[in-house]
């Protein structure tokens, strides 16, 4: 009975590959990763990277073992994350084995291996919000001299993330005592947002108000920050 096999016979189904030519693929991430259709937890490390091939369904592991040649050394006691991938096919065929890194996002990116009409998109996710959340935090706790704009560009990260609404707001007022247009009304616009999201329909108002009156100060009637302060004041919840 003929075997199945992948990439014109030289990998069969079901058996374990190496992933590559010679020594075994190895893969760094310099953070902690999720990994694989289900969000697999992968700590930041160097792993060494095997598949097995199969029809329907291929399986991806990431091993801690990192000195081994092919698979010679490969103990299935060392892997850290183990999981399905379907197979896609290629419209042109690709000519040697390839990893590749595409579809990169702020927070997630797809490491694909593909050769000849087959293709192994495997997900990464990184948690970048926390990580800036935290780094955002400690420069604003640090004592140096910090922009208006800074105060700003802190406040809308914690406020679009739903993170620390009551920080957030402390970093708007803080800014507001030497903000400038257009930063002021930038500031009074996500002040009264926030206040909105906390519940004060009263506060949202006021401050969609003076952000309002100072957008159309500087820049005229119907601008954008008007329309936006208006659907505030129209609707403060």
Request: aromatic share 10%; net charge neutral; no cysteine.
């Amino acid at each position: 009975m003929r075997r199945h096999t992948v990439f014109g016979g030289i990998v069969p189904f079901s058996d374990v590959w190496r992933t590559g030519d010679n020594a075994s693929t190895k893969i760094t991430f310099s953070t902690p990763v999720q990994i694989g259709p289900e969000a697999t937890q992968l700590p930041a490390g160097t792993y060494e990277l095997f598949t097995i091939p199969d029809e329907k369904a291929w399986t991806v592991i990431f091993n801690k073992g990192v000195g081994g040649w092919g698979k010679d050394n490969y103990d299935p006691k060392l892997d850290v994350a183990r999981f399905k991938v379907a197979p896609g096919k290629l419209t042109e065929a690709v000519e040697t084995f390839t990893i590749d890194v595409n579809e990169i996002q702020d927070d997630s990116a797809t490491i694909n291996l593909s050769w000849a009409r087959v293709r192994i998109p495997v997900k990464v996710q990184v948690d970048v919000v926390n990580e800036l959340l935290a780094r955002i935090q400690v420069s604003m706790d640090s004592p140096a001299t910090k922009r208006p704009a800074t105060y700003l560009q802190a406040a809308n990260f914690f406020f679009d993330h739903s993170k620390d609404l009551a920080r957030a707001l402390g970093w708007v007022n803080v800014g507001l005592v030497s903000a400038q247009p257009p930063v002021s009304y930038q500031l009074l616009y996500l002040k009264a947002r926030i206040l909105a999201k906390q519940g004060d329909p009263a506060g949202a108002i006021q401050a969609a108000q003076q952000s309002q009156a100072q957008a159309i100060q500087v820049e005229g009637p119907g601008t954008q920050y008007y329309k936006l302060n208006q659907e505030i004041i129209a609707n403060p919840r």
